[in-house]
Nanobody, 115 residues
Framework: VQLVESGGGLVQPGGSLRLSCAASGFTFSNYAVNWFRQAPAKGRELDAAISDTGSSTHYAFFAKDRFTISRDNAKNTVDLQMNRLKPEDTAVYYC?????????WGQGTQVTVSS
């Protein structure tokens, strides 16, 4: 199982970023996907989740109306479009799968929102 996040960077408040997670080594379309984030000195928190088919999504209260999760089962990728970013969105962002009871994580991608 390999998960590789990309797309992070430095962005000004109010800006946008699109994160992507490329997955390999398992049947991607069989599993729901989560995006988590972890800010310095804080625990990991869920941003958004999407079902295996992409027909159902869930967002944390802080992500609603700003973040959009999507997936492409043909390409084995899942994206997180983040708009109207705020300084408090600064964190390392991770995609996550629970495969047969085991949580799998990528290495994360750093998002920094600062002027």
């Amino acid at each position: 199982v390999q998960l590789v996040e990309s797309g992070g960077g430095l962005v000004q408040p109010g800006g946008s970023l699109r994160l992507s997670c490329a997955a390999s080594g398992f049947t991607f379309s069989n599993y729901a996907v989560n995006w988590f984030r972890q800010a310095p000195a804080k625990g990991r928190e869920l941003d958004a989740a999407i079902s295996d088919t992409g027909s159902s999504t869930h967002y944390a209260f802080f992500a609603k109306d700003r973040f959009t999760i999507s997936r492409d089962n043909a390409k084995n990728t899942v994206d997180l479009q983040m708009n109207r970013l705020k300084p408090e969105d600064t964190a390392v962002y991770y995609c996550n799968f629970n495969i047969r009871g085991a949580d799998r994580w990528g290495q994360g991608t750093q998002v920094t929102v600062s002027s």
